[in-house]
Nanobody, 122 residues
Framework: QVQLVESGGGLVQAGDSLRLSCAAS????????MGWFRQAPGKEREFAAA????????NYADSVKGRFTISRDNAKNTVYLQMNSLKPEDTAVYYC???????????????WGQGTQVTVSS
């Protein structure tokens, strides 16, 4: 099992940047594909980005492609989400998750963090 704790959320203005972090503990972090999901008020949770175990492969939702960058540091057991050019529609609770699947499989995330709130004002 792996435990995940997100941090770095907050209130920013449109056009600003923010970096989320997710620290993992428990079983070997480097054996998991890691992903970021988000859930806006009144909406279903949606996929945002994923990164492979080694960090070589990444996958992004169209809504964040070109603005968000996912990365990981296996030595620090941490995955990051750099968010640039933030928009009000990026407002959501952001969750990191660990998967035994590939970066293209959104259905195999078994472990989830508690989430961190990101609010983007216009």
């Amino acid at each position: 099992q792996v435990q995940l704790v997100e941090s770095g959320g907050g209130l920013v203005q449109a056009g600003d940047s923010l970096r989320l972090s997710c620290a993992a503990s428990g079983r070997t972090f480097s054996s998991y594909t890691m992903g970021w999901f988000r859930q806006a008020p009144g909406k279903e949770r949606e996929f945002a980005a994923a990164i492979s175990q080694s960090g070589v492969l990444t996958n992004y939702a169209d809504s964040v492609k070109g603005r968000f960058t996912i990365s990981r540091d296996n030595a620090k057991n941490t995955v990051y989400l750099q968010m640039n050019s933030l928009k009000p529609e990026d407002t959501a609770v952001y969750y990191c998750a660990a998967s035994v699947g590939t970066v293209y499989d959104e259905r195999r995330y078994a472990y989830w963090g508690q989430g961190t709130q990101v609010t983007v004002s216009s």
